[in-house]
């Protein structure tokens, strides 16, 4: 199993940038699909963006523009950098692999933007 620990939230004003880490207890340069999800207080966890080991990178409507995903296969690591924050936003911020989430979920990194 492939264990994912994120990091880099904060508090930030809206407008503001932050960029995320997931680091992988793993090698990830074998992972077809890295992605970032977010649970919003009061809704359902949704995907944000993925990654595939090709290069190619999805975004969801609602970030697309802002947001940009990048992994780095020798630090085992994929970053969410993430621009012009909203305070809609606000989320903890979870990644996983696989376009169906195939590993355990870490505790997620807590983003707050304040208006």
């Known amino acids: 199993q492939v264990h994912l620990v994120e990091s880099g939230g904060g508090l930030v004003q809206a407008g503001g940038s932050l960029r995320l880490s997931c680091a992988a207890s793993?090698?990830?340069?074998?992972?077809?699909?890295m992605v970032w999800y977010r649970r919003a207080p009061g809704k359902q966890r949704e995907m944000v963006a993925f990654?595939?080991?090709?290069?190619?990178?999805r975004y969801a409507d609602s970030v697309k523009g802002r947001f940009a995903i990048s992994r780095d296969n020798a630090k085992n690591t994929v970053y969410l950098q993430m621009n012009s924050l909203k305070p809609e936003d606000t989320a903890v911020y979870y990644c996983?692999?696989?376009?169906?989430?195939?590993?355990?979920w870490g505790q997620g990194t807590q983003v707050i933007v304040s208006s």
């Open positions: 996983n692999h696989g376009l169906v989430p195939q590993g355990p």
């Open positions: 793993t090698s990830i340069s074998s992972i077809e699909v």
């Open positions: 990654s595939t080991s090709g290069g190619s990178a």
